[in-house]
């Protein structure tokens, strides 16, 4: 048997793998952090009879609950991520298996590898409507790139979208990926209609070193990219740094920023209601945001979700906060689940990359139903 995570987003440490029934293994740290839980690993062995994998650091990870009525993904051709039994006793997260080829891929979710991005932004700047922007380079020497969509004009509201600043957080870019596909789609009359009122602005992995490196929260620096917003440097967060300068040249009236969630089993959305400058305005937008996209699909829910912040007190070192704070407007962390999404479950596949999408998809059509109130 030989195991292996020498690849793109790859992370596990191999403790013992003599026995198929007991095979031992941890995750590693994020460079330079304490903060580990995705694991993307491959197997190799010509015995198809059950193997037992002790993920043996698992009660020390970064969000234990995660681990609590989760299923690992695994998949034969890395293109089709299926759910498979794990069980997790407080300590090891157990994943249990017969597989039925000689080679096996498993991971915290479906992987959303650094080649699949670059074809992502490379076949999207084909499209007439859209333009690929390099902003810069990561610590690693890795491009930050953004795809502008869309012809600014006097009076359109910029949108702005962000993903995957938590890089273990796959689900984000899988969202990106549907909304670009459904955003240039000449035969789409939502998105047609859309680029003729607002331009965007899209960020679909804010932290590629992150993900190339097998990082579940921090960039090559170990910096959490989320909590650098108030005061981003280019030694310890280029990314942010960079981005939020091209914020600040363009303007912004709208931004969402996608991310994934260990915990809980939902879809759901996190305001700006602690933000110093909140206020009716800005709730009524909120509102109307999470009334449109629960009218639009039922993968979406607002009564499960993150305590609200007081009045006031919101960190604005996180990304949507300090956009809210800056710039005065409707600014959202959208959160997708790793484990499923409890109200429409799917024991098979489970919260997936192909959901992901379709949510990407559907938040497209509530942006185009809120696009002429966002000012
Ligand atoms: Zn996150």
Redesign the pocket.
Known sequence: MHISSHFDSGNIDVIDATNIKDIKLAIKKDNNSEFYQWFHFNVHNNEHTEHVFHITNAGQAAYVEGWQDYQAVASYDREHWFRVPTNFDGQNLTITFTPEFDSTYFAYFAPYSYDRHQSLIHNAQLSDACQLQLLGHTLDGRDISVLKVGQEAEGKPVIWLTA???P??TM?EWFMEGFIERLLDIDDGVAVSLLNTAVFYLVPNMNPDGSVRGHL?TNAAGVNL?REWDNPTMENSPEVYLVREKMLATGVDMHL?I???EALPYNFVAGGEGIPSYDERLAKLENAFKDILLAITPEFQDDKGYEKDEPGKANLSLGSNWVGEQFNCLAY?L?MPFKDNILLPDTEMGWSDNRSRILGKDVLTAIYHLVDDLR
Do not use: K
């Open positions: 995957r600043q938590h273990g957080e984000a929260r989320n920023d991310h994934g969630d962390t959160e």
